[in-house]
């Protein structure tokens, strides 16, 4: 079992920057990829970034087209913790964004229903 808690949201004006933290506590947090989803309201719950486990000193990272250049991912197995750098935030990145964990070797990355563990998910506004 794996329990994640997001910290880091709040409001803020288009153009502004965010950083998202999620702390993970239980099983060894290095053998999971980790993810980030948004959900706003009426809408899906969206893929917006992932980070795979540390292969060979370096993790891989992916992106959803729509924050690509905007937000980055990083991890620090020491911290079991994963950040999400939102920079140059507009009105439609509002939603509320969840921390996600998965263990498998291979996920689709974009999929929700690859990751095992969810965070309760922390609000974040865009106002413009």
């Known amino acids: 079992q794996v329990q994640l808690i997001e910290s880091g949201g709040g409001s803020v004006q288009a153009g502004g920057s965010l950083t998202l933290s999620c702390a993970a506590s239980?099983?060894?947090?290095?053998?999971?990829?980790m993810g980030w989803f948004r959900q706003a309201p009426g809408k899906e719950r969206e893929f917006v970034a992932a980070?795979?486990?540390?292969?060979?000193?370096?993790?891989?990272?992916y992106y959803a087209d729509s924050v690509k250049g905007r937000f980055t991912i990083s991890r620090d197995n020491a911290k079991n913790t994963v950040w999400l750098q939102m920079n140059s935030l507009k009105p439609e990145d509002t939603a509320v964004y969840f921390c996600?964990?998965?263990?498998?070797?291979?996920?689709?990355?974009?999929?929700?229903?690859?990751?095992?563990?969810w965070g309760q998910g922390t609000q974040v506004t865009v106002s413009s």
């Open positions: 996600a964990a998965t263990y498998d070797d291979a996920p689709r990355y974009y999929r929700t229903d690859d990751y095992h563990y």
């Open positions: 239980g099983r060894t947090f290095s053998n999971y990829a």
């Open positions: 980070i795979s486990q540390i292969s060979r000193y370096s993790a891989r990272t």
